[in-house]
């Protein structure tokens, strides 16, 4: 088991022992939510798509009007001298900005103080790489119309409860669809199906737009497949030839049942075999170097 507490943890500006890594019980992170995140890899010294994350982070901020009181390369830095401060070669890497300690109502008042913490650990992806099982959620996504979906905040609760019914129903991971009843995604993960050559992706009006799920469509693409964003149905889902989940903690595992019906023969395709080989092969090339 990790030993949180050994780690080193940045918290505005100062590294600390992971046993002093406190924030006030009045922080509008923990009261309401308030706060903006992400999640980033490190392959083998490299941390992937490091621009990219940290863009995402920066507009989920302005989104949400909070500013983020470091520079975009101030934050790059940051988030590589924690991975050097605690010597971390593959890991996973959460910066997270709270609107800190304000008013203690619903209005943020005036006097804003932004809390902004990063830690790392080592990581393994929690879904495996085996194919997995799907079950539809009666908790639906929040609605762009609620929140914009490329807020990647901490307001987790609906995806949170969407995974337990995933688990209390004996299924791997959840599949969250919008109030209109189109497939959306999983609680941390796109979702994506292959039929006929094509991948095809809901609309990110509806899902986060995901890194990961970028970077595997442009790998489908370099391996001929035409690639399209469109409302699915849970018929488009149970008729594809396969399909897959993907995101900077799962990576890309593919998905073999859903709602216990086989999706394709019920085994990983080979189109999603050749893609998780591809992108092995890409994050072990390419990223920000960080010693
Ligand atoms: N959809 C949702 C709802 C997510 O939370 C993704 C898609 C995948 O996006 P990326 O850009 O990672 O390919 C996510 C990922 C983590 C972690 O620790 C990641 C997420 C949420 C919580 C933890 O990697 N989001």
Not at 4 to 13: A, D, K, P, Q, S
Not at 201 to 229: C, D, K, Y
Request: charged fraction near 25%.
């Amino acid at each position: 088991m990790l030993n949180l507490e050994e780690l080193t943890v940045y918290i505005n500006g100062r590294f600390v022992p992971g046993n002093q890594a406190t924030i006030s019980v009045f922080d509008r992170g923990l009261l309401f939510g308030d706060a903006v995140f992400e999640g980033i890899r490190e392959y083998s010294g490299r941390v992937f798509k490091l621009d990219e994350h940290v863009d995402r982070l920066y507009d989920s901020a302005r989104i949400i009007s909070l500013t983020i009181p470091l520079s975009k390369e101030e934050m790059k830095q940051a988030i590589l001298e924690t991975l050097r401060r605690n010597r971390l070669q593959d890991a996973h890497m959460r910066p997270i900005v709270t609107r800190g300690v304000g008013a203690l109502g619903v209005g943020p008042g005036r006097d804003v103080n932004p809390t902004v913490i990063i830690f790392a650990h080592p990581w393994k992806p929690f879904l495996g790489d085996q194919g997995i099982a799907l079950k539809t959620a009666a908790v639906r996504r929040t609605p762009p119309e609620c929140i914009d979906s490329r807020v990647k905040h901490t307001g987790y609760l609906n995806n949170i409860l969407a995974k337990l019914e995933a688990d209390a129903a004996g299924a791997n991971e959840a599949l969250l669809l919008d109030v209109h009843g189109f497939v959306t995604e999983g609680p941390g993960e796109n979702f994506l199906l292959i039929r006929g050559g094509a991948m095809v992706s809901p609309t990110t009006t509806n899902i986060l737009n995901g890194i990961t799920r970028r970077t595997v469509m442009e790998l489908a693409r370099q391996a001929g497949l035409r690639t399209e964003e469109r409302n699915l149905t849970l018929g488009d889902v149970y008729t594809a030839d396969e399909a897959l989940v993907c995101g900077t903690g799962a990576e890309i595992v593919p998905v073999v049942r859903v709602d216990g019906r086989p999706i394709g023969s019920g085994e990983a395709g080979p189109v999603t075999r050749s893609l998780m080989t591809a992108f092995r092969q890409l994050v072990q090339q390419e990223g920000t170097p960080v010693y």
